[in-house]
């Protein structure tokens, strides 16, 4: 069956540096998501991704966050001058069609430490 | 703006056993999908089951099955002889038919599930 993979599946950073995590959606999709998890919380939507440009993003996708298609493989999350508060785990996930009920597949989860 | 709730942090069954994980939701919009994902240690998102709010009948998939009352607002899951894999954090999730947020899925806090042999 074909899955969304992501890498790095455990990051440890310093406060104030870059990460970027990365994703491959499922190779037919159109739609690319990043949603994450802070320990003990909600799954929180950040961004959609289509036809290279985001369609929609979260309060919480600030300046600090940016995605990138870079080679129409690739799905890539960046977080500059990552912050304590950015722990958490983020999961990208892709879709097929548009329509809302069809299924969203999720990656198994970058989980980042910024300490 | 939606909201879903699982008011069960967590919750244990005895193999073979039934359990139901509970779920509800608030929301304006009278069309809408709504989902259990679940996550087991090896923290991918599976999603188990979907239901559209425009059905009254309650999705089923194999040992899973749902129990819907849109008026009530209530989405809880219905786990059948339950079995070791079925361990994981189990996901409520919301999502709009219409709109521009076209993969904003909501998401409830989950529920973790045990299940003891």
């Known amino acids: 069956e074909p899955e969304v993979t992501q890498t790095p599946s455990h990051q440890v950073t310093q406060m104030g540096q870059e990460v970027i995590l990365r994703c491959v959606p499922i190779s037919n999709h159109l739609y690319f998501y990043w949603y994450r998890q802070i320990l003990g919380q909600k799954v929180e939507f950040l961004v959609s991704f289509y036809n290279n440009e985001i369609s929609e993003k979260s309060e919480i996708f600030d300046d600090q966050f940016s995605v990138e298609r870079p080679d129409g493989s690739n799905f890539t999350l960046k977080i500059r001058s990552t912050k304590l508060e950015d722990s958490a785990m983020y999961f990208c996930?892709?879709?097929?069609?548009?329509?809302?009920?069809?299924?969203?597949?999720f990656g198994e989860g970058s989980w980042l430490t910024v300490v | 703006a939606q909201t879903v709730t699982q008011s069960q942090p967590e919750m244990s069954v005895q193999e073979a056993e039934t359990v139901t994980l509970s779920c509800t939701y608030d929301t304006s919009e009278s069309d809408y999908y709504l989902f259990w994902y679940k996550q087991p240690p090896s923290r991918q998102m599976i999603l188990v089951i979907r239901q559209e709010a425009y059905k009254q009948q309650n999705a089923t998939e194999n040992r899973f099955s749902v129990n819907f009352q849109k008026a009530a607002k209530s989405f809880s899951l219905k786990i059948s002889d339950s079995q070791l894999g079925d361990a994981a954090m189990y996901f409520c999730a919301y999502r709009s038919f219409y709109g521009g947020s076209q993969g904003n899925l909501i998401f409830g806090k989950g529920t973790k599930l045990s299940v003891k042999p």
């Open positions: 996930a892709s879709q097929g069609m548009v329509r809302a009920g069809n299924t969203i597949y």
